[in-house]
């Protein structure tokens, strides 16, 4: 046997006992057996066969300066050797410089960074922050407002979930009730009760909404939250947390203004505006945060992903000098959080030379130069009847599938789709865990080093995929 094809096989053996995977079921394991990835260029990886497929993912929504730049290996290997670690209860030199970085790109006014290992950590931390504040000069605002289909995470906090139902009724929020941080309803049901003083919203999902325009969809959505804060009581709520662009719930691009809406809502209420930009930052959307693309300016951000490009793990929450100084007043004892490895040296050593290659590539520009051309690309699929919608901005993308009725397309039509593009060498994504319903819109997420060409590739890959699952289906 092929030495490189044993090797897999042992270490599939290995990882069958022990590794304990992500968003599955182990049982269908036997049948379905994982890759075994052993590298990656560029937008390509490859597995153990030597087989290349193009990762229309990035990974997780997060390679986005491409696979294997030695410049940040290299970064990365030479802090190691000089400071591999040392708290950030003191100062260490790239976090320093990394958090001076971020002050000088990130929007308006939001300029103090926490440094924390994920986005999970970034969003928990800014529910902590927001509560912290609402909780100054004898306030008690600690109440959270999310949105269906929001994502935000995998800790109790970011899975969360409160609110009796009458009060659901009330609030109507959407389809699927429940008051959540993260609106994907399959996501944090096994782990229910979660966090409480957690409501949900309507997110502004123009195709599956009854709106005539956007325009009139970003006004509901807006009188909602404004409704929803009233019912509430202004006093109590603490903060209202929006990814700009829902990624993992379906990508769901916000309509015109809705952004600068609800951030107004917010503002008249005192309520603080979280952009969770975990998915969007660092050039997802064309510029280099989406609150700059959509002009909004948020009290608080979360990131990660794109932070370092996954090279190393890194989130980090940011926050404006009002609600830092506020917190560091005369006498106070100040934010009480530590986490161990936030500012570790290494991975901001990594994220420093990651901005500084997206910089001098200017790769937010690049990316939103292909994925306009890939977004036209991807509308051309409009003419399959299986393609119920296609939308994105930048190089975030979405394609929902749908039945002969409108409805939405099994989940398991729609993971034959990823199938079949895979066997042709193409990696795409789907929705998944939104509600008791399918995983029914294909996601692309490519690096933003995506070429013209493999836009081309993916999308003449996924039409001849859909085209198969459609003429399956008889129709
Ligand atoms: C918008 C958003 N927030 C938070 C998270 C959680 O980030 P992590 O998986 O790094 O904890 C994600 C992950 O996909 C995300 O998409």
Redesign the pocket.
């Known amino acids: 046997m092929n030495p490189a094809i044993a090797e897999a096989e042992s270490l599939r053996t290995m990882d069958k006992e022990h590794v304990w995977h992500p968003l599955m079921n182990h049982s269908g394991m036997e049948e379905n057996p994982l890759d075994v990835v052993v590298k990656a260029r560029g937008s390509t990886i490859q597995d153990a066969s030597g087989k290349e497929y193009i990762d229309a993912m990035a990974g997780?929504?997060c390679v986005n300066i491409g696979y294997g730049r030695d410049e940040v290996a290299k970064a990365a290997y030479e802090q190691m050797l000089e400071l591999a670690y040392y708290p950030l209860t003191q100062v260490n030199p790239p976090a320093a410089r990394l958090a001076e970085r971020l002050a000088s790109l990130l929007p308006e006014g939001v300029e103090r960074v926490w440094f924390v290992n994920?986005?999970?950590?970034?969003?928990d931390t800014a529910i902590k922050i927001a509560r912290a504040y609402g909780r100054l000069n004898g306030g008690r605002r600690y109440k959270i407002i999310a949105r269906h289909q929001?994502?935000?995470?995998?800790?109790i906090g970011?899975a969360s979930r409160t609110g009796p139902p009458p009060r659901r009724a009330v609030y109507r929020g959407g389809p699927w009730g429940g008051a959540t941080l993260t609106g994907q309803t399959l996501r944090r049901a096994m782990f229910e009760p979660l966090l409480p003083g957690v409501i949900h919203v309507s997110a502004p999902y123009f195709y599956r909404s009854n709106a005539d325009t956007e325009e009139e969809l970003a006004g509901r959505c807006a009188d909602e939250l404004d409704e929803v804060i009233r019912y509430e009581d202004p006093e109590t709520v603490a903060a209202f947390i929006a990814?700009p662009v829902i990624?993992?719930g379906g990508v769901i691009p916000p309509p015109a203004d809705y952004l600068k809406r609800m951030r107004e809502v917010c503002r008249n209420h005192g309520v603080l505006f979280i952009a969770?930009e975990?998915?969007t930052g660092f050039g997802r959307t064309g510029e280099l945060f989406a609150s700059d693309l959509y002009d909004i300016e948020p009290d608080i951000m979360?990131m990660?992903?794109g932070l370092s490009s996954a090279y190393l793990?890194i989130?980090a929450t940011a926050t404006t000098n009002e609600i830092f100084e506020a917190l560091n007043a005369e006498g106070d004892s100040g934010f009480l959080q530590i986490n161990t490895y936030g500012g570790h040296p290494v991975a901001c050593a990594a994220s420093l030379k990651n901005l500084e290659i997206m910089m001098d590539e200017e790769l937010p520009a690049r990316g939103a130069r292909v994925g306009a051309y890939l977004g036209g690309l991807l509308g051309k699929l409009s003419d399959i009847p299986c393609v119920g919608d296609v939308r994105g901005v930048g190089l975030i993308w979405g394609v929902e599938l749908i039945e002969e009725d409108g409805a939405p397309l099994s989940t398991a039509a729609t993971a034959k789709v990823l199938a079949y593009a895979k066997e042709q060498g193409v990696i795409f994504g789907k929705n998944a865990g939104i509600a008791a319903g399918p995983s029914n819109t294909v996601t692309l997420s490519p690096p933003l080093v995506f070429t013209e060409e493999e836009a081309e590739r993916a999308a003449s890959v996924l039409d001849t995929a859909l085209r198969r699952v459609q003429a399956e289906s008889g129709a």
């Open positions: 997780l929504w994920s986005g999970s950590e970034a969003v929001g994502y935000h995470g995998a800790t970011g990814e990624g993992g969770d975990v998915i979360t990660a992903k793990p989130g």
